[in-house]
């Protein structure tokens, strides 16, 4: 016999529900030994083993029923599964209690056993599956089957999925979260929480401003917010240069306005606030225009200007100048006299750091201090961010004291599910329907903005939410965007739908917001816009908390051109740290702003080149200008001023020469600068 049946450490016997069919496991060392089918029959004494068959290569064995006696009484242990049916167990038990043989009955998994495997498992590591309890191993295995319907998911999205599973130990609600599921309690990744600065507030009745100004400001506050007293402690009232740095709904913003206001009125110089999108400078310029039109000149100076540069709406001479980086930029280019500067506040100088945009602003501040410096006036720079990876690093190449507050007012839950383009509409509905259901302790309904990536899906989405939703991006006219706006104010909106608009800091109230996707037109986001999105969730005059989704669609990507998948994406910006901001300059870019800067400073370009935040190739650049004939020494040529004039980049330049070179017709020449974008 011996020769015949293995050494025995566990013998394990399990049964499909009331069967008298046992599946046999043997295991020495922790590996399977042996694997066998037992049967039972009803003799006189109780019941005893009637067949014994030990599974081979080509089959079954059959074996003498003793051996499996001889087995048993050479265990160490004899195992019994919990999920054999009672009456086979009671009759499994029976039979060995008449051998003197004692056997213990253990929780397994059921599908190992169903495959001749024994794998104990115990209420820490058992995981639910339909009836059953499975071990860790097949659990993750019937997970990897129902991820496989749904796409390719990347090693971070199934990590994911697995520690929820092992978390949960219930198969059914994470597939479940799979179907759009809800679940609060598995969709949640963490939480980032309010945190408060013990800062000494200011009051403002302490504050030596112009008499209009002062008044205005008791009149709306007892006391200055921390990042606000923190900024007035180090100098703002005394023409500092500053780079504030404090998350969204700190009230940043104030500490520009303040400054510049007050400089304003005190016949230091105007102000220019500059945003990076048309939709923040109409809505700064209506803010200004509300509180200080009675004591100051207020206007407007956007991008538009550059197409159709009538002075609609633009007046160089008011007090307070509210524009686009581009429409400021546009008016240094073209030689506009802007009068004397007092005070230049940059919102979202983060922007540095963006491809094909950062240049130009880099570029913009360094000719606008070349204006200014030609004037002899000394103008108060502030520059403002929510975002920055390297403050000290920013504050220093920009010569400006900096001010950090890393308070956030309130705590912010984020959520990951998964879902594909059509389930993530349905998610949307229920989760805008159930914040604005839902009123916080401040008595406001939970308002939601979803960012998408095209206008095209801003209008499907919002048709489709069950509660009253707008659209809201750089296509919709002014009065369209200004209703969305007051509507969303006066609560009468459940949501915004929206694209690259409201990350940079259009003032909705919202508690919720929601990714529709993680990309923006045709490239995922950087942990730095990402950041700047989710801080819109929760703001502390209105909401207890903010919550944030971020749906989505595995093995999705939005162009040819992206690198990665979505679900990848989600956990490098949800894990990520925030990126430096430094402006990288190629070719191209080097060209185009060292061509700005020779035809706003001429034979001091170079000077105007050594103080921008990115390192400019300047040499090299004035050598292609040259070879371009954008430039003649360091004067540039009617086409070179053409091209700057209307920020061509160098090849778009190329492509409307090369155009009217053969006769095309205009719409011919935009067409081919598309298809070339679009190939980019």
Not at 326 to 332: K, N, R, T
Request: hydrophobic share 35%; net charge negative.
């Amino acid at each position: 016999m011996s020769e015949q049946l293995p050494q025995v450490e566990t013998l394990f016997l399990h049964a499909r529900d009331d069967a008298d069919e046992f599946t046999v496991v043997v295991e020495r060392d922790g590996s399977r030994v042996l694997q066998g089918v037992l049967e039972l029959k009803e003799a006189d004494a109780g019941p005893r083993p009637r067949r014994f068959r030990v599974k081979q290569k080509g089959g079954e064995e059959p074996r003498q029923p003793d051996q499996f006696v001889e087995l048993a009484r050479n265990a160490r242990r004899i195992r019994i599964s919990e999920q054999t049916g009672a009456g086979a167990r009671d009759r499994l038990v029976e039979m060995l209690d008449a051998y003197q043989l004692d056997a213990k009955q253990v929780r397994t998994c059921r599908y190992c056993a169903n495959a001749g495997r024994y794998s104990p498992v115990t209420s820490d590591t058992a995981v639910k599956a339909d009836r059953d309890w499975i071990c860790q191993d097949c659990a993750k295995r019937e997970l990897e089957r129902e991820l496989s319907y749904k796409g390719q998911f990347t090693g971070n999205a199934q990590d994911r999925l697995e520690d929820l599973l092992f978390e949960v130990q219930d198969l059914e609600r994470i597939t479940n979260l799979l179907q759009g599921n809800l679940d609060p309690d598995l969709t949640k990744f963490d939480t980032i929480s309010a945190t408060t600065d013990e800062i000494d507030p200011v009051r403002t009745d302490s504050l030596n401003l112009h008499p209009a100004l002062q008044e205005r400001v008791e009149g709306r506050f007892e006391e200055l917010l921390p990042v606000q007293s923190l900024s007035a402690e180090n100098g703002l009232f005394e023409g500092d240069d500053q780079l504030v740095v404090s998350a969204t709904a700190t009230g940043k913003t104030l500490v520009g306005e303040l400054a510049g206001v007050n400089n304003a009125l005190n016949g230091k110089g105007k102000l220019l606030f500059l945003v990076p999108l048309v939709a923040l400078a109409n809505q700064k310029h209506e803010d200004f225009e509300e509180r200080y039109g009675d004591v100051l000149d207020v206007t407007i100076r956007v991008g538009a200007s550059r197409i159709n540069d009538d002075g609609n709406r633009f007046d160089p001479n008011a007090d307070v100048i509210v524009g686009t980086y581009e429409g400021i930029d546009h008016a240094l280019r073209t030689g506009k006299d802007m009068g004397d500067i007092g005070t230049v506040v940059i919102d979202e100088v983060h922007t540095l750091k963006e491809a094909g945009r950062g240049h130009r602003l880099d570029g913009m501040i360094s000719r606008l201090k070349h204006y200014s410096e030609n004037r002899n006036s000394s103008a108060q720079w502030v520059y403002l961010s929510a975002t920055v990876g390297n403050p000290e690093f920013l504050a220093e190449r920009l010569g400006a004291t900096l001010i950090e507050f890393e308070e956030r007012p309130v705590p912010i839950e984020r959520h990951v599910t998964f879902a594909d383009e059509r389930e993530k509409v349905e998610i949307e509905k229920k989760l805008v329907k159930r914040e604005f259901d839902t009123k916080s302790s401040k008595g406001y309904r939970g308002q939601t903005i979803v960012f998408t990536n095209s206008r095209r899906r801003c209008h499907e989405i919002s048709r489709k939410l069950e509660y009253d939703s707008a659209p809201y991006h750089a296509g919709l006219d002014y009065k369209r965007r200004k209703t969305v706006e007051r509507k969303f104010g006066d609560q009468e909106l459940a949501a915004v739908v929206t694209t690259a608009a409201l990350a940079a800091g259009v003032d909705f109230p919202a508690s919720q917001v929601i990714f529709d996707t993680l990309a923006m037109g045709i490239e995922w986001l950087s942990v730095q816009e990402f950041e700047q999105m989710l801080g819109r969730a929760g703001r502390p005059d209105y909401h207890d908390q903010g919550k944030v989704y971020v749906l989505v669609e595995p093995d999705a990507s939005y162009h040819s051109s992206m690198e990665g998948t979505e679900d990848e994406t989600a956990f490098k910006l949800l894990k990520g740290e925030m990126e430096d901001v430094t402006t990288v300059y190629d070719t191209a870019s080097a060209a185009e702003e060292t061509l700005a800067n020779v035809v706003v400073a001429g034979k001091q370009a170079k000077r105007l080149n050594d103080r921008m935040i990115g390192e400019v190739p300047t040499t090299h650049a004035i050598g292609k200008l040259l070879e371009w004939e954008f430039i003649d020494g360091l004067s540039p040529t009617p086409l070179g001023r053409a091209v700057t004039e209307h920020f061509l980049a160098p090849d778009d330049a190329f492509r409307i020469l090369d155009g009217i070179r053969k006769d095309h017709h205009p719409y011919e020449i935009v067409a081919d600068m598309e298809l070339a974008d679009e190939e980019l």
